[in-house]
T-cell receptor, first 114, second 114 residues
Framework: DQQVKQNSPSLSVQEGRISILNCDYT??????FLWYKKYPAEGPTFLIS?????DKNEDGRFTVFLNKSAKHLSLHIVPSQPGDSAVYFC?????????????FGKGTKLTVNP | DVKVTQSSRYLVKRTGEKVFLECVQD?????MFWYRQDPGLGLRLIYF???????EKGDIPEGYSVSREKKERFSLILESASTNQTSMYLC?????????????FGSGTRLTVV
């Protein structure tokens, strides 16, 4: 049972346009959501996060939107740059026994074309 | 600024060999994790540890074991490597404070079993 779903394995956009990456979750107990970015042959790096009590968080070109009623979040990248080409993982967090446990989606490969 | 270090970036091992993947973190984190990443399957949790000498199975523990003798070090062991264990292996660590801080990942070890 996949609790965090990224239904688009890949996405291709033109440089300068908006990239929108989507993520759906099933467990209403998640209280924090994160996006990680991963280049080939490197480990994932933290990009941006949002608490479940908020509906938007912005950091430069990156904005994450959370729709709790729909159990859906999205990552917007504006404007997209070729260096943004990477695999993006959505993750949901819950505190279990005093420790944080992340559940990851399968990732979306973003390609930004010059 | 080194945080999570995996001892090898690339490894090639023969079928049946015993393989050790080492991970060290310098952030005094309580929690440590081992994932493998495969195309189309995302990040799959193999084992994790919330404390020294403590370990718990993740989603795909078969064929693997772990060791955590010191807080900063978490080792993944392939008892008898097989070709289906060819993968990118990622180590991660996190705080155990009951708060949502996400994970810090190492750079990964690309293991090829021939």
């Amino acid at each position: 049972d996949q609790q965090v779903k990224q239904n688009s394995p890949s996405l291709s956009v033109q440089e300068g346009r908006i990239s929108i990456l989507n993520c759906d979750y099933t467990n209403s107990m998640f209280d924090y959501f994160l996006w990680y970015k991963k280049y080939p042959a490197e480990g994932p790096t933290f990009l941006i996060s949002i608490s479940s009590i908020k509906d938007k968080n912005e950091d430069g070109r990156f904005t994450v939107f959370l729709n709790k009623s729909a159990k859906h979040l999205s990552l917007h990248i504006v404007p997209s740059q070729p260096g943004d080409s990477a695999v993006y993982f959505c993750a949901a967090s819950a505190i279990r026994g005093g420790s944080e446990k992340l559940v990851f989606g399968k990732g979306t490969k973003l390609t930004v074309n010059p | 600024d080194v945080k999570v270090t995996q001892s090898s970036r690339y490894l090639v091992k023969r079928t049946g060999e015993k393989v050790f993947l080492e991970c060290v973190q310098d952030m005094d984190h309580e929690n440590m994790f081992w994932y493998r990443q495969d195309p189309g399957l995302g990040l799959r949790l193999i084992y994790f540890s919330y404390d020294v000498k403590m370990k718990e199975k993740g989603d795909i523990p078969e064929g693997y074991s772990v060791s955590r003798e010191k807080k900063e070090r978490f080792s993944l062991i392939l008892e008898s490597a097989s070709t289906n264990q060819t993968s990118m292996y990622l180590c991660a660590s996190s705080l155990s404070t009951g708060a949502n801080y996400g994970y810090t990942f190492g750079s990964g070890t690309r293991l090829t079993v021939v």
